[in-house]
């Protein structure tokens, strides 16, 4: 039954034209992390799965037993680009759900070892609310500072992890905000000599970069690789307890199950950028080196994150004296979506942990993160207009020769 | 205390107004100082504490105070800063 079911993941993904939604309609998306359009695979893939993984993949009847097959491919499928076994990895209704579990269920398993749990100042607020969720009472939330680029001290990550008393840490692969890299090779490797298990979130990494195999549990989040948001993906590697810690349920990652189609999608769009990896990544990666290089020129900015240790698709850099709601206003008006650290442009008042802790501005701020289908052109056209933009919204706030 | 009474010389205050307007103000009240002037700029912004550093940073300014005042309507800041060449 499996078998019959593993077809879809031998399709060839070479070759495939991959456009994005917003194409000929006039408006340039350039805000993709963490909610990629999906790739046209993951639309048949999905596809595919409402009309054969419908079915409730816990029943014993041959529907049932289809889905379970759709399920099982995708749990295999997903293993194999992680280099994990197929049992390690679950699937769990987001990757805001996958670190809260992961975090919880970790520190469930560890209570007699310790209450303190190690993060990286720049990690997900999800990583850093789980954290502080879970401390025992005695325990503290240990923030290992990041330097202007926004990557952790090895050394000062280790001696956190020396400690005692620690129930597990968490390290990105890379920040989403500002593409930084982290060392997790050298601080996995801290974190064996002392025990401690260690969280690798690669939820802005996997299906960009590779991720290889420093972590004991690592999260990554199919919604930024092209396939639908509503599904998440944690694998634990078997030597690393975990305890559930919800109410009774048989699938305490996702307790109720998860969506056998989304799952589906999500594992054919994995294996799809998978395929396409390397030359994705050489296309991106010369991208941002041009839009770093060019709004460089812009007078008064400030071009964020490692320059070349850093993720293919990630750009960030803050303007002085521009309100980031303004410039995100502006820009929208011409035509381009794009994200923003600031608090002027968040709910929040409180601007992006992440730059803040970087300590860099956190006003004027704007965030790229480019699509597989983002062309030279759509880049042309945004850095042809960005200066216009940046000076009108300076204009507005009457700074003048500041 | 968390009146503004505590500080004098060259004070900015830039309470009630969202970034980047504290920077913004804190900029121009520089421009007509000269080097070596101590300048504190109030914000109710939390953004300003990070942004007056990074400013100062960027413009060749020294940060020499920062202090965080309770208040009832929520906190505010003063941020000290020496003027650069």
């Known amino acids: 039954m499996v078998r019959a079911y593993r077809a ?111 993060v990286g100042a720049a990690e997900r607020a999800a990583v850093l609310h789980a954290a502080d969720h879970v401390l025992a009472p005695d325990g503290r939330r240990v923030t290992v500072p990041v330097d202007t680029s926004g990557r952790v001290d090895v050394d000062a990550y280790a001696t956190a992890l020396s400690a005692g008393g620690v129930a597990l840490a968490a390290l990105q692969h890379a920040n989403g905000e500002v593409g930084t890299t982290q060392p997790v090779e050298a601080v996995h490797e801290a974190a064996r000599t002392a025990g401690v298990p260690l969280l690798v979130d690669a939820g802005a990494s996997l299906g960009h970069a590779v991720v290889g195999p420093a972590w004991d549990v690592l999260a990554a989040d199919p919604a930024d690789w092209g396939a639908p948001a509503g599904v998440g993906i944690v694998a634990a590697r078997q030597r690393t307890r975990t305890v559930a810690t919800g109410p009774e349920d048989p699938e305490p990652w996702a307790p109720g199950g998860v969506s056998v189609p989304a799952v589906f999608a999500a594992a054919v769009a994995l294996q799809a950028a998978e395929a396409d990896r390397a030359q994705a990544d050489a296309r991106r990666r010369a991208l941002v080196d041009e839009i770093r290089a060019r709004v460089a020129l812009i007078p008064d900015v400030e071009v964020v994150g490692d320059p070349s240790e850093r993720l293919p698709h990630v750009v960030t ?65 945004f850095l042809d207009v960005l200066p216009e933009a940046v000076a009108t919204v300076r204009e507005m706030l009457g700074v003048q020769g500041l | 205390m968390s009146t503004d009474e505590a500080y004098d010389g060259h004070v900015v205050d830039a309470r009630g107004l969202r970034c980047p307007l504290p920077v913004i103000r804190l900029a121009e009240r520089s421009k007509e100082l000269p080097p070596g002037t101590e300048v504190t700029v109030l914000a109710t912004d939390p953004a300003a504490q990070h942004d007056v550093p990074a400013w100062a940073r960027l413009r060749g300014h020294a940060v020499t105070g920062a202090r965080t005042h309770e208040a009832d309507g929520g906190p505010w800041w003063a941020l000290t800063v020496r003027l650069g060449d």
């Open chain 1, 8 to 118: 879809p993941f031998h399709h060839r993904f070479e070759g495939f034209r991959v456009t994005h939604p917003t194409a000929g309609t006039g408006r340039t998306h350039l805000d993709n992390g963490g909610r990629a359009p999906w790739h046209p695979l993951a639309r048949t893939a999905f596809l595919q799965a409402l009309d054969d993984g419908w079915a409730d993949p816990r029943r014993l009847h041959t529907e049932g037993r289809r889905a379970a097959a759709l399920l099982a491919g995708a749990r295999e499928a997903v293993a194999d680009v992680l280099g994990a076994r197929t049992e390690e990895v679950r699937f769990t209704p987001s990757h805001t759900a996958s670190l809260h579990a992961a975090v919880a269920q970790v520190a469930q398993a560890r209570r007699r070892h310790g209450g303190d749990v190690v």
């Open chain 1, 317 to 381: 850099f803050s303007f002085l004296y521009v309100d980031g709601e303004a410039l995100v206003t502006e820009l929208d008006r011409a035509g381009f979506a794009v994200g923003s650290g600031s608090a002027c442009t968040a709910s929040t008042l409180e601007p992006s942990h992440v730059l803040a802790a970087m300590g860099v501005l956190t006003h004027g701020n704007v965030r790229i993160a480019l699509d597989r289908s983002t062309t030279r052109a759509e880049v042309d056209r």
